[in-house]
């Protein structure tokens, strides 16, 4: 992949580092002591092996570098010893028992390497957890007739019978999705008044989606289960980039609706990048959309819906009409 050179640039660094590091201190365990003017420790040994376990460090990060995403633990492990590493540190000097210059370390060894070990983990939990980039998605026309509800009607038949709001979720244990269904609940005496449909798309199983919807008391309308995210991306839908999925606002919201709101947060279920969004079909095609900026956005549903109700007006006006004269032309012809 051409976005992994950075990370084996990082790792293939990090391994010579490492290697050329644990080596000195192994070959030479009073070396650094000496230049930074403090005193040796008392058991060398003890200050060898931790040089030999820093160069065995770095023979994993050059394997790693062949492939990061796929040898993410290596990296897992490098992270987290380079974070808790300046902790332990912090530790050593607020309690006396190392003077702060040793923090020089501390500095080379984790500080410098830490954001892109994090870049790489990241990286590497987003290709992870793009459950559809294989998947063939069809055109719209295709894949309206393909797309079923767990009744069996299809996204294109159902908007043949009404204007069709499809409401796209994120992964049912996002908070977002929660706060998202509640509302949809809250409303759904506003929508049912409407001669519209409500499809729910979600990632779950079709079972899941029926226990999801039922806890919300909307379980007799449609939904859609996706696990690939088929749909999602024929519908243009995209997956997130950081900032609209960790940004401050996004985990400020998230704590508010998570924490306070009750609406807490559950296992990872589908693709956890995936953005949501809200579209309306009429007659086969999508009429309106209304993809989400970021994931904490919350349409207006019921707004969305009586729009949908007037473009299923006029554009059935539109095609009465055009009926209309198509049948009128008729009649002058077979008259003439």
């Not at 994931?295 to 554009?315: C, L, S, W, Y």
């Amino acid at each position: 992949m051409e976005k992994s050179r950075w990370m084996s640039a990082v790792l293939v660094a990090a391994g010579f580092y490492n290697l050329v590091w644990g080596g000195l201190v192994v070959l030479f365990p009073g070396l650094l002591f000496d230049v930074m003017n403090l005193e040796p420790v008392n058991y060398p040994a003890i200050w060898q092996a931790l040089g030999m376990v820093v160069g065995v460090y770095g023979l994993g990060y050059l394997i790693a570098s062949r492939d990061p995403l796929r040898h993410w633990p290596i990296v897992l492990v490098g992270f987290l010893g380079k974070l808790l590493g300046p902790v332990g540190f912090a530790y050593a000097w607020w309690s006396g028992q190392l003077p702060l210059e040793f923090g020089w370390v501390n500095v080379f060894n984790d500080l410098i390497w830490l954001f892109p070990f994090a870049g790489i983990l990241y990286q590497s939990f987003r290709w992870h957890s793009d459950t559809g980039r294989a998947e063939f998605v069809p055109g719209m026309e295709e894949l309206l007739h393909r797309s079923r509800s767990h009744r069996g009607h299809s996204l294109e038949a159902l908007s043949y019978q009404k204007p069709t709001m499809v409401v796209f979720l994120r992964h049912s244990g996002c908070t977002f999705c929660r706060r998202v269904m509640a509302d949809l609940g809250e409303v759904r005496q506003e929508l049912d008044a409407l001669p519209i449909h409500v499809v729910v798309v979600h990632m779950g199983s079709p079972m899941d989606g029926t226990t999801i919807l039922a806890k919300y008391s909307v379980d007799y309308w449609h939904h859609i289960s996706d696990p690939f995210c088929v749909i999602y991306r024929g519908f243009g839908l995209q997956r997130g980039k950081f900032g609209q999925l960790f940004s401050g606002k996004v985990l400020w919201r998230g704590l508010v609706h998570g924490l306070f709101g009750g609406h807490g947060i559950g296992k990872v279920e589908g693709d956890s990048f995936f953005l949501p969004g809200v579209f309306v079909l009429h007659e086969g095609k999508v009429v309106f959309g209304q993809p989400a900026e970021d994931a904490t956005q919350r349409p207006d549903f019921v707004d969305i819906a009586n729009r949908a109700v007037e473009i299923g007006k006029r554009q059935s006006g539109e095609s009465a009409e055009s009926r209309a004269v198509k049948s009128s032309v008729g009649c002058k012809l077979e008259t003439v």
